[in-house]
């Protein structure tokens, strides 16, 4: 079973403060994706990345950049936390091949105050 | 870019009854339709999924369904039981997507005991 984990389940961090979010999967997947996740507006894409050191905008980019120096591993950070960036932050990975879905990681409740 | 609309965004039905939930697509060459189910704090699971080769797939009490021409395809839950209750998200995806799938807005189906 692939396995994607991220580092905490629950953060809580103040307004403007740098905050990293991260995110690990074991299955030597190309392509990993990060999203964001609110009530009513279901699953909302910010960045994703298809190999080391390539990048690229997803939906909602703004106020979030990424970075992926190793397969396994893609990293979300808020520049300066914002309050509007309170929410469920989702890691996922895919492998190569149309046919694949993805695999989740468990999600990181962030909480800006 | 593809667009995924699902419908409803709510569904409440009584044990034992069926569910169904429908999507559409924007992107004619999209191939590959999986359905995710979220259980309350939990991560997104892949539960079916249908490649466009296929009419129709089943899994025990769930099938999905797929209308090529009509750009629609639907999950169809039988026998709800309680914990069946859950968010269903549909999405699709084809080789000319940047390798992401495109979600719809997501369904929260809840079974009344």
């Known amino acids: 079973d692939v396995k994607v984990t991220q580092s905490s389940r629950y953060l809580v961090k103040r307004t403007g403060e740098k905050v990293f979010l991260e995110c690990v999967q074991d299955m030597d997947h190309e392509n990993m994706f990060w999203y964001r996740q609110d009530p009513g507006l279901g699953l909302r894409l910010i960045y994703f990345s298809y190999d080391v050191k390539m990048k690229e905008k997803g939906d909602i980019p703004e106020g979030y950049s990424v970075s992926r120096e190793k397969k396994e591993r893609f990293s979300l950070i808020l520049e300066s936390a914002s309050t509007n960036q309170t929410s469920m932050y989702l890691c996922?990975?895919?492998?190569?091949?149309?046919?694949?879905?993805?695999?989740f990681g468990s999600g990181t409740r962030l909480t800006v105050v | 870019g593809e667009n995924v609309e699902q419908h409803p965004s709510t569904l409440s039905v009584q044990e034992g009854d069926s569910a169904v939930i429908k999507c559409t697509y924007s992107d004619s060459a999209s191939n590959y339709f999986p359905w995710y189910k979220q259980e309350l704090g939990k991560r997104p699971q892949l539960i079916i999924d249908?490649?466009?080769?296929?009419g129709e797939k089943k899994d025990q009490r769930i099938a999905v369904t797929l209308n090529k021409t009509a750009k629609h395809f639907s999950l169809h839950i039988t026998e709800t039981q309680p914990e069946d209750s859950a968010v269903y998200f549909c999405?699709?995806?084809?080789?000319?997507?940047?390798?992401?799938?495109?979600f719809g807005s997501g369904t929260q189906l809840t079974v009344l005991p």
């Open positions: 249908i490649r466009s080769n296929v």
């Open positions: 999405a699709a995806s084809n080789e000319g997507s940047a390798r992401q799938l495109t």
């Open positions: 996922a990975s895919r492998g190569t091949g149309v046919y694949y879905g993805y695999t």
